[in-house]
Structure formats: structure tokens, C-alpha cells
């Protein structure tokens, strides 16, 4: 079966987070009856991570803001991903990109205990660690020659015996593997929704189904958004709209290009009977990323297929994909194949996502292409836009490399 994304546990959540029961503004009667009553300091677009992150950030800082997602909440890329918190596996070649990642993790797991005080949910975070894994010396080679990140990677180098006695149920011929134990992951969906939930609760409104957002700015800047349910009035747009943060730019001669890089995945689940093979760290191969979810089931991902927007799931990639994990943790040829999926992940012309205000027009900001790493990325973001419509600078805050302009400077778009 295939679908837009994975089922979330219904075991690791509150049931107040079910989608069903996520609380909405009364859309039809509130905006036809009084749309110009809308107003925000701060208005969102789009409700993904990075979106939903943001929202929970101004929300917690007393700030106030209305989030609009053309959709539901979760329903983009961050409903496709594997929810890995890989800050010390991703090999990050901007050093900028290195520390906000280690950042992003570690203000995530102080996230968590935030939103389990205010909501109760569960976001099925994890410290388990990462096992990167090698066939041969040849192979460990090679991968040490083209890392880029040399140093400030927390790792222990596990040799055979050790690898054997650890990781039970990994391929017996490994040769040895790093281990990286501050390595985390998360349930990518119910993190999204907790952080609106939790926005929702500390102030901010969230709106679903808000379709045809057209930005309103003037030689002043910012105004507000006309949208088919009505217009709402604020100081603040944040474009957090993922892949399609590009188009919304557009409309007030923005040009900050996105560009999709369909991923494939697939979910199995073990039987007890099978519970001896199944792993119970992240593996993160070179090949291949299997990753074992607080839902029961483990997550195997992912293809990166350059230009690809649909979301159509190939025979020869799940061979793929099940080829090269089952190689590495030989259990999963026994499991059960639950679903797949493919997502679309939001690049840029560098690789570095747009985080920052848009100069030309005064209140509006950026907050997309965060590619391979918007889940990991997401707590980061929303406590730098946070600072920014609070009066910081990106100098301040040590961010130009993620300003919106960047590529202008370069000349990389003239
Ligand atoms: P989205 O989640 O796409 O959210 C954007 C939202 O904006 C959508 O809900 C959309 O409906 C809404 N929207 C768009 N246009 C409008 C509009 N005009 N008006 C209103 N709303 C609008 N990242 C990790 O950190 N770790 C991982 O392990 C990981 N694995 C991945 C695996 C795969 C297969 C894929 C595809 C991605 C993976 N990623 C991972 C990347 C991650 O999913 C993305 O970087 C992240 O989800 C981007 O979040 P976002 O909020 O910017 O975008
Ligand atoms: N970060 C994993 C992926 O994008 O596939």
C-alpha cells in the first residue's frame, strides 16, 4: 500500500494529538462573518515543521501569531521523513550548517520536556545513537577521505568483536562501525503537531484550509495576506511553505529558488517472534538508513531522485532500498512490509536552507529549504526567526550564510 506518509503510533500519543481531534478555528463561521476582525503581529505560512516550530517559539515568547497552512498540519515533507536527528552523521560540509545542527538536537530534547508539561503528547524522541557501518577497511578508507567533517563529531570507533557483541542483530561479517551515542530520532508527524498543539496552547491560532494566500505589501512593507476564506492584517509574513515557499516569494518579486528531491521509503514491523533480529539503534549506512521508531516499527529510507515531484513509489527502489538494508540487518527479510512512501524534500541552489528577512520588504522573512534535515533543523529555525522579528540582526545572531540574499550577493541569480 502506498501512501503520502507514515502512520503515527497511536501507543507513543495523547489522543488529544490525533488529527481529528486537533483544534481548529471555526474557518467558515469566524472569517465569512468578520474577516477584517484578523489580525496577528506575526503570520505564518505554511504548516510543516518548520512552520509549527516557529509558531511554538513566537507563541513562547508571548508573541502574537497565526499560523495558515493551505492543508493540514503536517500533510507536506515533514509527514514523509524518517525523523532522524542525525547532527553528528549528516557530514555537514558549512560548519554553520554543523553547529545549528548539533544545536537543533540538543534545543529538541529540551523541546520535548516543554511540550510533555504543556500537552502531555509524546513525540517518540529517542537518544538511542547511530551506527554507521563498514563492509571493510577499504570501504572505512573511503569514507574518511571524503567526510568533511573532520572534528567536533562525538563518535567511538567499535571494531568486529565489539560491533558483535553490541549489535546482535547486525550483518556478523561488519567489519567495525562508528558509533555516534548523542544521536537521535523522533516520529516526524506527531513533533509537527505537537509543537502546533503547543503553540495553539500557549496563544497562538492555527488555521487549516486556508487556500489561495496572496501576500499584501506596499512601499511601507508587509500588510497582511488576502486568502479565499478572507484577509488578515499583520506586521510579520513568515514564508515557511517548504517547496512551494518559492511561488509565494514570486508573487512580490522575491526570486529565492527551491527545487524537489523526491525521497522513497518503507516501513516493516517485526513479530515477537522475530524480535531477536530487529535492531534497536539507528543504522546509518552509506547505502541505506534503517531506523527502529517508538511506534514499533522500523523505517527504511531513503532514494534521493533529483527533479521529482510525484509521489509515486517504484518497484525497483523498494528492491533497492530492502536490498541493501536487509544486507546490514539480515533479520529484515523475515519482517513484515507494513507501507511505502515518497516525500519531496525542498532544496537550494547551495544546500543551505533560507532563513532570515528578505531586504526590499520590511516584515517579510524566509524560513524554507531546509532539504535532507527541516526535522533536525526545525527548533533552531524557529528560535532564529523568533529573535529576528523580536529586533535581532543575522550578524548578531552569527547567521549571513543562511541569509535570503545570499545567492544575490554571489551573483549565483543574476
Ligand atoms: P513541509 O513539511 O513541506 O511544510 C510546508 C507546508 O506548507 C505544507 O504543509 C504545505 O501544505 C504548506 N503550504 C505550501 N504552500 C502553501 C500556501 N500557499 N499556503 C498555505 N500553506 C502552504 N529531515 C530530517 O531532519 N531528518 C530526516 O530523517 C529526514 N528524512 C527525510 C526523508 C524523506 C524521504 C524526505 C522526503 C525528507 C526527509 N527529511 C528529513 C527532510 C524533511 O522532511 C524536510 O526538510 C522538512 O519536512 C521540511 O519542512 P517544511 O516545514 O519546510 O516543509
Ligand atoms: N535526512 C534523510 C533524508 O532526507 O533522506
Redesign the pocket.
Known amino acids: 500500500m502506498v501512501q503520502r506518509g507514515p502512520s503515527q503510533p497511536e501507543e507513543v500519543i495523547d489522543s488529544s494529538c490525533e488529527q481529528d481531534k486537533f483544534k481548529r478555528l471555526p474557518l467558515s463561521e469566524t472569517l465569512t462573518k468578520k474577516p477584517e476582525t484578523f489580525h496577528a503581529e506575526t503570520i505564518i505560512?505554511?504548516?510543516?515543521?518548520?512552520?509549527c516550530a516557529i509558531a511554538f517559539e513566537l507563541a513562547s515568547r508571548g508573541q502574537e501569531v497565526l499560523l495558515?497552512?493551505?492543508?493540514e498540519i503536517?500533510?507536506?515533507?515533514?509527514?514523509?521523513?524518517?525523523?532522524?536527528?542525525?547532527a553528528d552523521s549528516e557530514d555537514f560540509a558549512h560548519p554553520l550548517m554543523a553547529q545549528a545542527a548539533y544545536d537543533s538536537r540538543e534545543l529538541l530534547h529540551k523541546h520535548k520536556e516543554q511540550i510533555s508539561a504543556l500537552t502531555g503528547m509524546d513525540l517518540g524522541l529517542r537518544r538511542n545513537g547511530f551506527i554507521t557501518p563498514f563492509r571493510s577497511y577499504g570501504d572505512l578508507s573511503k569514507y574518511k577521505d571524503k567526510r568533511n567533517t573532520t572534528s567536533g563529531v562525538q563518535q567511538l570507533w567499535w571494531d568486529r568483536s565489539t560491533v558483535q557483541r553490541e549489535a546482535l542483530w547486525l550483518n556478523r561479517d561488519t567489519y567495525g562501525a562508528y558509533y555516534r551515542s548523542l544521536e537521535s530520532e523522533v516520529l516526524?508527524v506527531s513533533l509537527t503537531r505537537a509543537y502546533a498543539r503547543s503553540a495553539e496552547m500557549m496563544g497562538a491560532r492555527i488555521l487549516e484550509g486556508?487556500?489561495d494566500?496572496q501576500l499584501i505589501v506596499d512601499k511601507h512593507g508587509v500588510q497582511g495576506i488576502k486568502t479565499a476564506k478572507g484577509e488578515m492584517c499583520c506586521k510579520h509574513i513568515i514564508i515557511?511553505?517548504?517547496?512551494?515557499g518559492e511561488?509565494?516569494m514570486h508573487q512580490v518579486g522575491v526570486v529565492l529558488p527551491s527545487s524537489p528531491v523526491?525521497?522513497?521509503?518503507l516501513a516493516v514491523r517485526f513479530t515477537t517472534d522475530q524480535a531477536g533480529g530487529r535492531p534497536d539503534r539507528t543504522v546509518y549506512a552509506e547505502d541505506v538508513y534503517i531506523v527502529p521508531k517508538a511506534n514499533g516499527e522500523v523505517w527504511i529510507?531513503?532514494t534521493s531522485l533529483p527533479g521529482r515531484k510525484d509521489h509515486s513509489v517504484s518497484a525497483n527502489s523498494m528492491q533497492r532500498l530492502l536490498g541493501a538494508a536487509s544486507y546490514w540487518v539480515p533479520g529484515i527479510k523475515e519482517a513484515d512490509f507494513v507501507r511505502a512512501w515518497?516525500?519531496?524534500?525542498?532544496s537550494t541552489p547551495d544546500g543551505l536552507p533560507y532563513i532570515g528577512k528578505c531586504e526590499g520588504i520590511s516584515g517579510l522573512y524566509a524560513a524554507?529549504g531546509?532539504?535532507?534535515?527541516?526535522?533536525?533543523?526545525s527548533a533552531i529555525t524557529g528560535r532564529w526567526i523568533a529573535d529576528m522579528v523580536e529586533g535581532k540582526s543575522a550578524e548578531e545572531i552569527g547567521i549571513e550564510a543562511f541569509s535570503p540574499e545570499r545567492l544575490n550577493r554571489k551573483g549565483v541569480m543574476s
Do not use: D, T, W
Not at 370 to 377: A, D, E, K, S, T
Open positions: 505560512v505554511g504548516g510543516g515543521v518548520i512552520g495558515v497552512e493551505q492543508s503536517a500533510s507536506g515533507a515533514s509527514c514523509a521523513a524518517a525523523g532522524m536527528l542525525a516526524p486556508v487556500q494566500v515557511a511553505a517548504g517547496l512551494h511561488q509565494l523526491k525521497g522513497e521509503m529510507g531513503a515518497a516525500g519531496i524534500r525542498p524554507y531546509h532539504f535532507r534535515n527541516g526535522i533536525l533543523l
